[in-house]
């Protein structure tokens, strides 16, 4: 029985890096919620997604240009020209007439929203040109969707392909069915306060500028939440189960940049898809406490789930397919007590 994201909802306060002005996402609890599910396998490959409480394998392979929605192309489908997307700026001239400066973001960043298409020259159309993508987060008539320069998750810094800093490459795969990415492109994903506009603070948990940084003093990743309230987690409340009350905090990092998750990094490992050749998203999910040896190391009331076909065990909300949590344990005092009476005592 693989490890299940089942029912994963994110609550989000903003979409995450898609605000209207192309700012920064959003991050921490909210009562906004997108549901998608993924599988995760022992190294954060494969994923079960399912609908109905059980379990069932999932393929998380990449496809070229995976489409979110139908209907023609917005604009003439002409490609010309190599996009401006991404690149630095200061005024909206130096982003060509299909993109705009946002100089919110330091160094400034081309960019503009745009219609998710079947096809990626529909795409680079609406997006200044080639090199360029339509990101979109969620799926259907609630995607949000954005021109990105488009990238590759296992390109190495400074190399074609990579993302600049304060970016991650990412198709928000745990926001779209099956946990499949849209295609990569290069997103908003701070990992300092250097990275964010004069006077604004990076929450590192969800890669957000804004006015505060991360609250240490709230949930770690691993511990069980309300996705219904709000300020709870360190980083964002996931819905876990199809019970609205049930979620488990966790956190969102840049693969590429920092592999290891924030908190009890040797039990919480990220969650990220990967086909044959690699990763193939580099915005990893930690949220899982693993390895756990019984219901004491989770927290309650999250349960242990044994190991299963090489996945390791790990803490979540009791599907009903555990057994109960004394099945099989004696209880030392009632044992005592009972000895005590056959005794006379």
Known sequence: MQRSLKYLSVALALALGCSSSGGGGGGGDSDAATDVSADTGND?????????????????DASADRPRTDGSCPVDPTVTGTSQVGAMCTADAMCGTALSCDTDFPGGFCWAECTNSTSATCEQAQCGGRGSTCLSLGDGADATSFCAPTCTPTARTGNPGSCRAGTVCTGWWYTHDQGEPDTTGCEYFC???????????????VGECGDTGTNMALRADGSPCDPTMEGQCRGICFQETDDDHQGICGSLINMAVTPSCPD????????????DNGRIDNLGLCIYREDCNSDADCAAPLRCFPSDNGDPSYCSYDDGTLPSPDAGVRDASTDAARDASADGG
């Not at 954060?44 to 998380?60: F, K, L």
């Not at 990992?191 to 948990?205: E, I, L, V």
């Open 264 to 275: 009890d990094p040797t039990h919480i490992r990220a969650v990220a898809p990967t086909d």
């Open 44 to 60: 954060a490959t494969r994923a079960d997604a399912s609908t109905d409480g059980a379990r069932s394998d999932a393929s998380t």
């Open 191 to 205: 990992q300092s306060d250097a990275q964010c506009g004069t006077g604004m603070r990076c929450n590192t948990r």
